[in-house]
């Protein structure tokens, strides 16, 4: 479990924390190995024994005060008795692993109480439950904790036929990838959809498919069950036993003709087919197939005198591989993709908000579905089409599993990305809660996972690998903070409670041969890391002990969220001041700059955080954020759902691998066996200046390998496999969670364009590409005269431009930014140029103009009344401008 903090010490109180700028957060990989010191946890048993609070639920840990009777809570300092259990086995030190080690990670009992709070959520009741309903307990060979009882992995692939051979083919090699990197204990289910879903059974000597029809315009769902199709034990065949007659199936896999669909769907026009992808209805089907009537997950168990599967609520999950070949069309679920087209630019709508948010709650909640049936899906669509993936989305982040885009078949990463996915060790039916001591409370929270309905910060997680992180800011419960003088320190206890499936070769018990080869064994395991901070007694150790990565992590998820709720510009504005803010505080701080009274001055404001090393690459860092594709403009050319992509995978990265994906590492080398220097800013000057003839760049998705026009032509190209910079492109490539794609350019000879985009030191930071002018070096520019004007707004007001169509200019109280509502004053200028004022309690003209009639104000794409005795929030301001198209406006004190 790694944790890692934006400051590691914590501000002291609300004032210090408001004057550092820096948002106060965590990023948390329950499911790591180690933490991010790369010690391990120490291992125990017998977790449903571990102490709790009697007043939070907190753990016993290593930061309680321990008597011989009782023990004080490290979180809210309540004193706890102890059992004689405990006291026996505390009285031995070193005893067990909750007094060994604040991070420790405890076996469960599969038949642990029923009276324990929410990480500790007992199952058997919904297990005798599925007992009675199949009525297993009449099979004297089925008792529960039985070493006969073998856990099976659940893995089903739904295809879609709607689609080309291509298509089929890179679906086909990711699914064989797939059957080899599953372990012989798990069972396989393959499905496809189109205008009817399919079932194969692969376990007879040659497959069988059996399909139903999807009808075009049903509002519900399938007329007949999938169970009453195929039953569940057919459709599930072994991998070990079956992984042949698997991939015979997956040959007989052909697209479904325009002929066939257009049929079924009656909706051809002009031989032009309309639908037949029946993605929506093929996936609440599944789902409904592979869940519960009792509404939770399931493990498949095999007695050994009972051949048929007996299915048992017990600790497992499903995952579910979807691949997509273009958007839902026919059926449930279907969507509209005509939103994506001219047809904006007709009704003056913003595309880069209008095509972030879902179009139909369909996808969100089937992903409800599937977290209750404990199924994690997984999406992969392989298509340059509009797809909609922002309604698509739900279903797999909130299940906990991942989505994956490719704009081509031609040089996709699929298979590698399937096989490298399944490689890795992963937990599941996880459920995570942080707890913090009395003085600071968990604010916010971001990440893929499902929040629980009724416990507050409790987060159900269907899937988690070792990669998958989340993000937590933090706020005070009130005005006082932290003491600078007591004992008590600031503390925060991350509980993460997961099952995992232990492979034959890890068990410790003793079976035969024959039966161990297939026998999984299902562990349930409670994951505690209890960790302490120092508060800062001064603003130079918040900046001393800041990681600008996990910060970077925090931004991000905010200004995701900013541009779901209100588009791409408004994230860019609340990038931007943040900015702003964080270089005002910090001259404020150390008196850097002098107030010049309502005149800008000429000094410099220190926009490079020259005092402190730890605050330096965050300029950098900012700009880089606002060249990215996730808060580029649509007209930019940036695709929407490649936008919807990138929000999914960097809201899942942890800091470092974020770090690196908006702002690429550039190493140069003298030659393949000889590195020159470990870094570069990203320009042209840097390759200029280095003399270097070889650069490597990582932007995390991508690897280029850059040889230069001058390179000396003996240096082998490509570089050679047994080389110093193949070996580092290798180790790369293992510790990623996504197969990168590797290039090799050579300068002067092939088309460096792709190479050329990552230089983005020397473009725009609104993406007008190369400039005359430096971009960094401008944008820096821009910094330092924002900062200047708010430092010298004589009522502590920022002045802030932005850079849209039509220019507009905003300027609000600081103070009233906080407060919500301020009093309005709009200065409007129509296409004469004519300014139009109207404030809250008045309306005038300054200027001719016939645009005006009462209080309706008329801009360049519409008109919008305005009430002068109503109190106006920013936001709407904002969305005013935006709707009638005006020039400028700003923000005035109330009268």
Request: with cysteine.
């Amino acid at each position: 479990m790694s944790v890692r903090q934006t400051m590691t010490r914590f501000p002291f109180n609300p004032a210090e924390e408001e004057a550092c700028g820096v948002p106060w957060g965590m990023t948390v990989a329950p499911f790591a190995a180690m933490d991010e010191n790369g010690v391990a946890p120490v291992y125990g048993s017998n977790g449903e024994l571990l102490p709790r609070c009697e007043n939070c639920w907190a753990y016993y840990n290593t930061y309680c005060e321990l008597d011989q009777w009782s023990w004080d809570c490290s979180l809210c300092g309540t004193t706890n008795g102890l059992s004689t259990q405990s006291i026996s086995q505390y009285s031995l030190p070193n005893s067990c692993a909750e007094n060994i080690s604040s991070f420790i990670d405890l076996e469960l009992p599969r038949n642990s109480s029923a009276s324990e709070p929410v990480e500790l959520v007992n199952l058997d009741y919904f297990f005798l439950l599925l007992l009675i309903h199949y009525d297993l307990s009449v099979l004297p060979e089925f008792e529960e904790g039985s070493e006969e009882m073998k856990a099976r992995p659940v893995y089903v692939a739904a295809v879609d036929l709607s689609s080309s051979e291509e298509f089929l083919e890179l679906t086909k090699s990711a699914l064989l990838a797939a059957l080899e990197a599953l372990g012989p204990g798990s069972l396989f289910g393959l499905a496809t959809f189109s205008h009817k879903i399919g079932l194969y059974d692969v376990q007879g000597p040659i497959p069988v498919v059996k399909n139903v029809f999807i009808h075009p315009e049903s509002l519900e769902n399938l007329t007949v069950e999938l169970e009453d199709v195929m039953p569940l034990f057919s459709f599930l065949a072994p991998v070990d036993t079956c992984k042949d007659l698997i991939a015979s199936a997956l040959e007989t896999l052909k697209p479904t003709t325009s002929w066939e669909r257009t049929t079924a769907a009656g909706q051809g026009v002009d031989g032009v087919l309309l639908g037949g992808r029946g993605f929506g209805v093929a996936m609440e089907a599944l789902l409904k197939y592979l869940g519960s009537e009792y509404g939770n997950t399931y493990a498949l168990v095999r007695t050994s005198n009972y051949s048929p599967f007996c299915f048992s609520l017990w600790w497992n999950a499903a995952r579910v591989f979807a691949f997509l070949s273009g958007p839902p069309d026919y059926g449930l679920g279907q969507l509209d993709t005509r939103r994506y087209g001219e047809q904006y630019a007709s009704k003056g709508e913003d595309a880069d908000r209008a095509l972030l948010p879902e179009q139909t709650p369909f996808y969100k909640d089937l992903a409800a579905v599937a977290v209750q049936a404990g199924v994690c899906v997984d999406l992969f669509a392989v298509t340059n089409e509009y797809t909609d993936l922002a309604s698509l989305k739900f279903l797999s982040i909130e299940s906990g599993g991942s989505l994956f885009l490719y704009s081509s078949t031609d040089d996709s990463t699929l298979p590698q990305d399937m096989y490298r996915m399944l490689s890795r060790p992963y937990a599941f039916n996880c459920v995570l809660r942080v707890r913090t001591s009395s003085e600071f409370k968990i604010d916010h929270s971001y990440g893929h996972f499902f929040p629980d309905p009724e416990y507050e910060n409790v987060q159900h997680i269907i899937c988690c690998d070792s990669f998958a992180t989340y993000a937590y800011d933090f706020d005070f419960l009130g005005d006082v903070g932290f003491s600078l003088h007591s004992k008590e320190r600031p503390t925060l206890q991350i509980a993460f409670q997961y099952s995992v499936v232990v492979p034959p070769n890890e068990l410790s018990v003793s079976s035969s041969g024959a039966s161990k080869r297939d026998t999984y064994s299902l562990q349930r395991r409670l994951r505690i890391r209890t960790v302490q901070f120092e508060a800062a007694r001064n603003i130079n150790e918040i900046y001393d002990t800041v990681d600008p990565e996990v910060i970077l992590s925090i931004l991000v998820h905010e200004v995701i969220l900013s541009s779901l709720e209100q588009g791409i510009r408004e994230a860019r504005i609340l990038l931007h001041e943040w900015l702003v803010n964080l270089v005002a505080q910090y001259n404020d701080a150390f008196k850097l700059v002098e107030n010049g009274r309502g005149s800008l001055t000429t000094s410099r404001v220190d926009v490079a955080f020259s005092q402190f090393p730890q605050l330096q690459s965050l300029p950098r860092l900012i700009f880089a954020l606002l060249r990215n594709p996730l808060l580029r403009f649509h007209e930019e050319g940036v695709h929407p759902d490649y936008r919807i992509y990138l929000q999914c995978l960097f809201s899942a990265l942890e800091p470092s691998s974020l770090s690196r994906a908006v702002y690429p590492s550039l190493v140069s080398y003298e030659s393949p066996e000889k590195q020159a220097y470990p870094r570069h800013s990203l320009s042209r000057a840097a390759l200029l200046t280095s003399g270097s003839p070889i650069f490597f760049l990582d932007a995390f998705t991508m690897l280029i390998v850059f040889y230069s026009s001058t390179a000396d032509a003996s240096l082998p190209f490509p570089p050679p496999q047994d080389c110093l910079l193949r070996r580092n492109i290798n180790k790369l490539k293992q510790e990623r969670s996504i197969t990168p794609k590797l290039i090799f350019i050579r300068g002067g000879k092939d088309d460096a364009t792709v190479f050329e985009n990552y230089l983005i030191e020397e473009q725009d930071v609104e993406g007008s590409g190369f400039t005359s002018v430096m971009g960094f070096v401008s944008f820096l520019d821009e910094i330092n005269q924002d900062v200047l004007e708010y430092i010298n707004k004589p009522n502590g007001s920022v002045l802030l431009s932005c850079p849209l169509r039509e220019i507009f200019i905003v300027e609000a109280l600081m103070q009233k930014l906080f407060n919500g509502r301020v009093g309005l004053g709009v200065i409007f200028r129509d296409e004469k140029g004519a300014v139009v004022f109207a404030c809250k309690t008045e309306l005038r003209v300054a200027g001719p103009t016939t645009l005006m009639e009462g209080i309706t104000i008329r801009g360049l794409r519409g008109d919008v009344d305005l009430d002068p005795y109503s109190e106006v929030v920013e936001d709407d301001i904002l969305a005013i401008a935006r709707r009638v198209g005006v020039i400028d406006f700003q923000f005035i004190h109330r009268a």
